[in-house]
């Protein structure tokens, strides 16, 4: 079959819950994917966020291989090795104390609602506790995940969704102020809102949360499923600011493709929440999950991942602010290392597209916003190559 007979196959067997652009992929190597045809892209979108270590990795595969050729899964009523590995890995890079591997972004979040729904239970016995949540926030698409996504378009035709959540302003601690109550028990966000818009959290605003929750014993969960796994040149994004969370939640490229997340609390939150019989998951941590992350981990470290992270980041900052000095159609460009984004004051689908056409894959964030979340191994070479194709698209 050729690609459109693909394209007609595909939309006639799958529910339509995506507008796809016209691309049927074949393979990937490094930061470029190929198409069935054979056609060549350069690869700025990572699907999305994901391919940290870039495609067609030789040990990371291999890791994959010998873990199938063993034992793919086995069950959480027993231990397994690449889970325990897994464990400790993180363990040592988030400098969090307990974790909980899942299957997605989304079942982190879920988790972590849960963890932190229990601790507050657990303190008075009752069953009306408050989370606040930030507006154009993105958690997932799970009931409880979207619950706290400050998205109305996401949310709407779901409702009721899970209760008492209120919105606060990201960036705004007086709107966070006005949304406590004595029931609060989590505030919750995107140490970098993604989805939302590439906007950084400001030093300021997460000192003052957390001071919050310290005061009135509430929990913090950062959400790092998109920021975190060394894209803002920190292995989780609040590292940079020295707030450490509660509880947190880590996915995308934390297995590079292999699907699996995590949400990770620190002790004193581990010995008050979950406990046995209170949560579970049948494939999460399976010992093949385990072992992508125990070999994307081991990868990040050895072949210094955060370090190519700060100092191509840099550049391609450089080099999106001279696109938006050349073009009254971009307003503005942000974001915090590898995670960027150029905010136009209209769509950006038919630029994507144009690039595509060109050889080159971008993702969006909401309808205005061109999204820039590379392989983490990509070069200064790949960002001119990435500006050129790009510099030709806009008009
Ligand atoms: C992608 C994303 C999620 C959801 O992850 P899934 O694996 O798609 O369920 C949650 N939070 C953030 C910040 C994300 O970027």
Redesign the pocket.
């Known amino acids: 079959m050729n690609m459109q007979e693909y394209i007609a196959e595909a939309e006639s067997a799958l529910l339509h819950t995506y507008n796809r652009y016209q691309l049927v992929l074949d393979r990937g190597d490094g930061v470029y994917l190929y198409d069935i045809e054979g056609k060549k892209y350069l690869d700025f979108c990572a699907g999305?966020?994901v391919f940290a270590l870039g495609y067609n990795n030789r040990e990371y595969n291999d890791a994959l291989k010998n873990q199938i050729d063993k034992v793919i899964h086995t069950s959480n009523y027993y231990y397994n090795v690449p889970a325990i590995e897994a464990a400790k890995k993180i363990k040592k890079i988030s400098g969090m104390d307990r974790v909980f591997f899942t299957n997605?972004?989304?079942?982190?979040?879920e988790g972590a609602l849960k963890a932190a729904r229990k601790y507050a239970w657990l303190k008075d016995g009752s069953t009306d506790h408050e989370i606040i949540a930030m507006n154009h926030?993105?958690?997932?698409?799970?009931m409880g995940?979207l619950a706290v996504t400050g998205n109305p378009k996401y949310r709407e035709a779901f409702e009721p969704l899970i209760g008492n959540i209120r919105f606060a302003d990201y960036n705004d601690i007086d709107s966070v102020k006005a949304q406590l109550t004595d029931k609060t028990c989590a505030i919750i966000l995107?140490t970098v809102?993604?989805?939302g818009g590439l906007v950084p959290a400001e030093e300021g605003f997460l000192k003052e949360i957390r001071a919050i929750c310290d005061e009135r014993d509430i929990l913090l969960i950062l959400?790092?499923?998109?920021?975190g796994m060394g894209r803002t040149g920190y292995m989780y994004a609040w590292q940079k600011y020295g707030v450490k969370p509660d509880i947190m939640?880590t996915?995308?490229a934390l297995g590079c493709g292999v699907?699996v997340?995590a949400f990770l609390m620190t002790e004193r939150v581990g010995q008050r929440s979950l406990e046995a019989g209170d949560h579970g998951t049948t494939y999460g941590g399976n010992p093949l999950a385990c072992a992508a992350v125990e070999k994307v981990l081991d990868l990040f470290e050895r072949n210094h991942i955060i370090d190519n992270v700060r100092e191509v980041a840099p550049y391609l900052e450089k080099r999106l602010d001279g696109l938006a000095a050349k073009y009254g159609c971009i307003v503005e460009r942000r974001g915090a290392g590898l995670m960027q984004g150029l905010v136009f004051d209209r769509p950006v689908r038919d630029i994507i597209s144009n690039a595509m056409d060109r050889g080159l894959i971008l993702i969006n964030a909401g309808a205005n916003i061109i999204r820039f979340v590379p392989p983490l191994v990509i070069t200064k070479e790949h960002v001119d190559e990435m500006i050129s194709i790009l510099d030709t698209c806009i008009v």
């Open positions: 999305i966020a997605s972004g989304a079942e982190a979040v926030s993105f958690h997932g698409r799970t995940a995107e809102q993604g989805e959400d790092e499923i998109q920021c939640t996915a995308k699907p997340g």
